[in-house]
Every structure is written in structure tokens, then in C-alpha cells.
């Protein structure tokens, strides 16, 4: 696969000479960037998929929303509708995308929308005056928008700095974009990552000349769902696992080292599961001897499955600073949006 990758390096220093265009044209004004008075938040990445986005928007809406009325603006990646949806109770993941979903089950009191063309879904969104905030969920390419303020996300196993572009690599443009941002945050970092090692990681990227923060994901301590049970437990049952991510590995990893017997059916990131595919679940199910037994899955995918599958449940996950930078990294998020807030 890699000797594939490589083949295609040509290609590669094409889709850089075309990204680099469009951000020196961005750059210079020839392409239009919109700003806005509300302070928007953008969090992404320079890699495709799989950094973690969603747990880090989750982070920002717990820390925000009580203080700040706050809103969050996604693309709806894979939706089956068009244009600008406010999310309300009646919405399907088939309408508006899982992520967008997750967050309105979980944050009812503030808004979720979603827009492809995200100048014009701030602007719906900021018909409400009220509005202290916006996070924008995975827009760190959408240069129509300019942001306030831009998180950039690497994951600590596969760090943009050792990647290349596509489709040699996975970057969705030069490492160069990372100068954009305002803070770097390595995320999904093993629990116990001393500080030789982060010392290491952060002289890969000081040439930035950015804040770096170190986050690992900490897994809920109850599965929920249609079965709401403590993880420990979860040994005792035989598991279907049903994962329709970008990197299940993190998640597979934390059943084996809490000896959990499961069997893995993998699909790709935001997968729509067709009426077939269910049914294969099912019987997979159904072939499952003991009298104790449970289809477990991620939240994202547990919004897509709920309303079709009996038996299924979610084990959710959260975004954890190391140390003492969560109250760093609180306090830059907070005094931003204080000092550029509308009077």
C-alpha cells in the first residue's frame, strides 16, 4: 500500500502547486475572506479524518456553554439535504450528518446547524443577536471564512509533520498551513506520556511558533444506550462491535486491555448502513451463544443506529488535558472570545 502511496508522488507535488495557489491568492485578497464581528472558533486539522475533532468541540461546548451562548456550525458531512439546517428534535443523522446529531442530543440548550457554504450558515446563525460564539466543526481549509481564532489538531501517532500530501500522504495541504493556526493541540496520546516525550514532539513543531497543548481520550466509565452497564462488566458479555470511524484501533485496544470478548465488524468513517447491512448485523448477533450479550458501538455511530438495531449501545468518549494545561488552554479560549465580543 505505502509503494502504491509512493507511486503517486507526482501527483502529490501537483495537489501541493494547486493548494499552495489558493492559499497564497486567500492570503494576498484575490480570494474574498469573510469575517465576522461574533468571535468563530474554527477547530481542524491538515490530515484527513481520524484527529479527533469531535471530542475537541464537545471539550469547547462544556467549557463555554454556560457562560457564553454558544453555537456550533458543521458541514453535515454525508447528510441527504441541502443547504442550511437548524437542528431540532425531528432530525435524523440521514438529515444533517452524526456528528451535528451527537451534539444535539447532548447540548440541547444551544444551537447546532449545518451548511455547506459556511459564510452563509454564520450568518443564519448570527440572526440570533444573542450570540456570544460560534465553533466551527472541521473548517480549518474553508479559507471564505475568517476565523477568529483556529485550533489545529495532529494526532500524536501521526503528527503532520510526518506526513506528505495526498494522495501520497494523508495532508489536505502543505504543512505550511499550520501558521494559521493559534494553538496546536496533540491529541490521542497515550494516558501515560511522560514529559522526555513531549519534549520531543513539541521540538518537531516549535518551528511554528505556536502554543502546544498535549490531550488523551478517556472513555466513559458506563456503557449507555439500550443497555446502560458499568465497562467493567462488559467482560461478561459477549460484544458484536459495530464501528463506522476513521481509526477504531484506540477503541479496540481499550476493550482488549479491559479483557472484553468481542467480535469486530468494521465500516468506513460516516458510514450510512444500508438495510442489508443491518440485517448482517442482526444475524451476526443472533449467532452469538451467550445468554449474556450486547451490540456495542461509538456515539457517532450510535446516533446512525439507534432507531434500527434492538440491543445496541454506545461507550462515549471525552477529550483530557495533561497536567495543568487544561486551565491554560481554558483560560486563552475564554479571554479570546471576552476581548473580541460585541458591546
Do not use: W
Request: glycine share 4%; net charge positive.
Amino acid at each position: 500500500m505505502k509503494l502504491v502511496r509512493f507511486l503517486f508522488f507526482p501527483f502529490a507535488i501537483i495537489y501541493d502547486l494547486i493548494t499552495s495557489i489558493r492559499n497564497f491568492f486567500f492570503n494576498i485578497g484575490i480570494f474574498k475572506e469573510t469575517s465576522f464581528k461574533t468571535p468563530i472558533i474554527v477547530v481542524g486539522n491538515l490530515s484527513v479524518g481520524g484527529t479527533g475533532k469531535t471530542p475537541q468541540i464537545e471539550y469547547l461546548i462544556r467549557l463555554l456553554k454556560d457562560t457564553f451562548k454558544t453555537a456550533v456550525l458543521s458541514r453535515g458531512y454525508k447528510r441527504q439535504t441541502e443547504g442550511f439546517v437548524l437542528l431540532n428534535d425531528s432530525h435524523s443523522a440521514l438529515d444533517v450528518g452524526d456528528e451535528p446529531l451527537q451534539y444535539h442530543k447532548k447540548f440541547s440548550n444551544i444551537n447546532i446547524a449545518v451548511d455547506a457554504n459556511r459564510v452563509n450558515g454564520i450568518t443564519k446563525l448570527l440572526t440570533d443577536k444573542s450570540l456570544d460564539v460560534i465553533l466551527l466543526d472541521d473548517a480549518y481549509q474553508h479559507r471564505k471564512v475568517k476565523g477568529s481564532f483556529y485550533i489545529l489538531l495532529t494526532k500524536y501517532d501521526d503528527l503532520f509533520t510526518d506526513d506528505f500530501l495526498l494522495p501520497t500522504g494523508n495532508l489536505r495541504e502543505s504543512r505550511r498551513g499550520a501558521k494559521r493556526s493559534d494553538v496546536i493541540v496533540v491529541t490521542k496520546c497515550p494516558v501515560g506520556l511522560d514529559e522526555i516525550s513531549r519534549e520531543k514532539i513539541t521540538k518537531k513543531l516549535e518551528k511554528y511558533n505556536k502554543k502546544i497543548f498535549f490531550t488523551t481520550i478517556s472513555y466513559d466509565e458506563k456503557v449507555s444506550g439500550k443497555k446502560n452497564i458499568p465497562v467493567a462488566d462488559l467482560k461478561l458479555y459477549e460484544v458484536l462491535l459495530i464501528t463506522g470511524i476513521a481509526n477504531p484501533n484506540p477503541f479496540l485496544s481499550f476493550l482488549k486491555n479491559n479483557e472484553v470478548n468481542f467480535k469486530h465488524l468494521k465500516f468506513s468513517d460516516h458510514h450510512n448502513f444500508s438495510s442489508k447491512e443491518i440485517d448482517l448485523i442482526k444475524e451476526e448477533y443472533a449467532k452469538l451463544k451467550s445468554t449474556k450479550k450486547i451490540i456495542l458501538t461509538t456515539e457517532k455511530d450510535f446516533v446512525r443506529l439507534e432507531s434500527r438495531l434492538d440491543n445496541i449501545s454506545f461507550l462515549g468518549i471525552k477529550t483530557l488535558f495533561f497536567d495543568k494545561q487544561e486551565l491554560e488552554f481554558n483560560s486563552i479560549i475564554k479571554s479570546h472570545i471576552k476581548q473580541n465580543q460585541r458591546f
